[in-house]
């Protein structure tokens, strides 16, 4: 089993960034892939960025891209998402999730079998 827990969230404005993190829980952290999901008021939870167990490899919704960065540190079992020129429409609960069995980062929600409860990230414009 593994715990969750997202820090990081808060009021910005536009232009401006947030680094958030995800703490886990537990030895095996740095053998799973991590990813970060959002979702708006209103509408279905969405894909932001994904990151492999070495750190290695990324992935990232194309609204984000140039935008977010996804990292990661095995030795503190945690994984950050940098959130650079903030835009109204990022405003959304965020939440980390850990997938267990796959490699490549991937956006498909299924695939993850722990999530954190989601910390808010609201952008004024």
């Known amino acids: 089993q593994v715990q969750l827990v ?3 969230g808060g009021l910005v404005q536009a232009g401006g960034s947030l680094r958030l993190s995800c703490a886990a829980s537990g030895r095996t952290f740095r ?3 991590m990813g ?4 708006a008021p209103g509408k279905e939870r969405e894909f932001v960025a994904a990151i ?6 990324t992935s990232y919704a ?3 891209k140039g935008r977010f960065t996804i990292s990661r540190d095995n030795a503190e079992n ?3 998402l940098q959130m650079n020129s903030l835009k109204p429409e990022d405003t959304a609960v965020y939440y980390c999730a ?3 069995t796959y490699t490549n980062p991937s956006g498909r929600e299924t695939n ?3 999530w954190g409860q989601g910390t808010q990230v609201t952008v004024s414009s």
């Open 112 to 114: 993850y079998d722990y």
């Open 31 to 33: 053998t799973y892939l």
């Open 52 to 57: 492999s167990w070495s750190g290695g490899s």
């Open 6 to 8: 997202e820090s990081g």
């Open 36 to 39: 970060w999901f959002r979702q």
């Open 98 to 100: 850990a997938d267990r």
């Open 62 to 64: 194309d609204s984000v």
């Open 78 to 80: 945690t994984v950050y």
